[in-house]
């Protein structure tokens, strides 16, 4: 499975940016699919998971309220729509796949079988 991210860019704190993964490949087999971040000196951390069957959704507390996935999976696509955007959500995002679990054991890696390579998300104050 290959995973394209797109449609980061530089924003002012307060605004709102549309992330977009596309799967291609085995997408067949695909359960899940979510997106992580990882910030300059820190280590990769979940933002949010979808369960494709059902359209179930997990979030970390950190975007709760302000981020919302959703998915095509007629285009085999997965989105992240933030808003309210803060200098804290600066971090590369990566769009995360996997056949398992799409709620806690996504959320900790346990379930994710491929990665996108990255698109860098810049907030500023």
């Known amino acids: 499975v290959d995973l394209v991210e797109s449609g980061g860019g530089l924003v002012q704190a307060g605004g709102s940016l549309r992330l977009s993964c596309a799967a291609s490949?085995?997408?067949?087999?695909?359960?899940?699919m979510g997106w992580f971040r990882q910030a300059p000196g820190k280590e990769r951390e979940f933002v949010a998971s979808?369960?494709?069957?059902?359209?179930?959704?997990y979030y970390a507390d950190s975007v709760k309220g302000r981020f919302t996935i959703s998915s095509d999976n007629a285009k085999n696509m997965v989105f992240l729509q933030m808003n309210s955007l803060k200098p804290e959500d600066t971090a590369v995002y990566y769009c995360?796949?996997?056949?398992?679990?799409?709620?806690?054991?996504?959320?900790?890696?346990?379930?994710?079988?491929?990665w996108g390579q990255g698109t860098q998300v810049t907030v500023s104050s």
């Open positions: 490949g085995r997408s067949f087999s695909i359960y899940a």
């Open positions: 979808m369960r494709l069957s059902d359209d179930s959704t």
């Open positions: 995360a796949s996997g056949r398992g679990g799409w709620g806690p054991s996504f959320s900790i890696g346990k379930d994710v079988g491929y």
